[in-house]
């Protein structure tokens, strides 16, 4: 009767009598708070490897972080912090690095949308070729980035595969938040 990721959120269940004489009323009680999520799971964007900036950042940065754990004798400790400090520096480009793309994305979509308005108010032929060729040459930049971002999705919905040329749709979008919601751990049972 209930969607099975609602079971968890069930606060109180009543059953009354209903106007018909064979059936009964359900009265269910919601506890729709905001879950807080934790950190996850963290997993490493390959893809950092082929970002001269990552590489840059980061043989910039082992040296320091070795020298910080220089004193530390057992190996597999040391080689766990420096891990740990790498990881730090890792997340923190990559947050970095998506707010600079989200950035991107909506800064070519305002001036797509102020070229649209400005082509179809303007009466002076001459200038709307130039306008044209902008509004072409942004719509392609965007169209860029939607792949960048559909390559993604496609990769986290754990497609087992993909045809070739396909273009990201709403399927592996959906696919990558069933994933995410078939992994995310909401609540976990004590068994004595």
Not at 21 to 30: G, N, R, W
Not at 45 to 58: E, H
Not at 107 to 136: H, M, P, V
Request: glycine share 4%.
């Amino acid at each position: 009767m209930l969607p099975k990721h609602l079971t968890q959120h069930v606060h109180n269940v009543e059953t009354k009598t209903a106007t018909t004489p064979d059936h009964k009323a359900v009265k269910l009680s919601l506890k729709l708070s905001h879950v807080i999520r934790g950190p996850g799971l963290w997993k490493f964007n390959n893809s950092f490897l082929k970002d001269k900036n990552y590489l840059t950042l980061i043989t910039e940065s082992y040296p320091i972080i070795s020298e910080k754990y220089a004193n530390i004798v057992d190996k597999r400790l040391r080689w766990e912090l420096i891990k740990m400090e790498i990881r730090s520096i890792t997340i923190s480009f990559a947050a970095r690095k998506a707010k600079e793309f989200r950035k991107q994305e909506s800064d070519l979509q305002k001036r797509l949308d102020e070229i649209g308005k400005s082509i179809s108010n303007s009466c002076d032929n001459q200038n709307i070729e130039d306008k044209l060729k902008e509004f072409d040459k942004l719509k392609n930049e965007l169209n860029r980035l939607y792949e960048i971002k559909g390559k993604g999705a496609i990769f986290r919905s754990k497609a087992r595969w993909v045809e070739y040329g396909e273009k990201p749709t709403k399927y592996f979008f959906n696919m990558e938040k069933k994933s995410y919601n078939k992994n995310a751990i909401s609540e976990l049972k004590r068994y004595s």
